[in-house]
């Protein structure tokens, strides 16, 4: 799980109060556009973790951007600030997505590639993988691994590379001389 312990915990009392109302995909929506916002925009990490802004004008200036978001989310954002953790804001927001994904059943595999594939390579590649829930794909290239493809399922990692086989070659070769 992404973040730090407090970060997950204050993630997981959201989670609950947004299961209790019946509200987690607008909350979800909300995380992720906070997320994609503290990603994209280093003033506003810079204003966040500053000590010098007072957590009054920081409200302030959350409440004004974040206007549109649901009240559960405003309410959370103004407590966390409210008690100065406003810092790992953006890490409570990613654990809360990850959770949420987890109640979900969704589980994020990355195929990694050293070209586009096919349709049908990719239902042939995740055929083969057993997961219990949604799979949710992200594909990425990477040219480096000169054929074949790598596989992320959380923190396991499946290397089918042409890559990753010649360097093991080349370790053998080494290793047996």
Known sequence: MKGTKSASRYAKALLELAIEQNKVDLVLK??????????NNYDLL???KSPVI????KLSVLNELYSHFDSLSKSFIQLITK????????????SFIYLVK???GIVSVVLISATELTKTSKEKILSKIKVSGTIELTEEIDPTLIGGFIIRIGDVQVDASVNSQLKKLKIDLITNN
């Open 30 to 39: 909300d995380m992720e556009f906070f997320v994609d916002s503290g990603n």
């Open 102 to 104: 987890e109640y979900k």
């Open 83 to 94: 008690n100065g953790r406003e810092v790992i804001l953006v890490e409570i927001a990613s």
């Open 54 to 57: 007072k957590a009054e004008k």
């Open 46 to 48: 810079v204003f966040l």
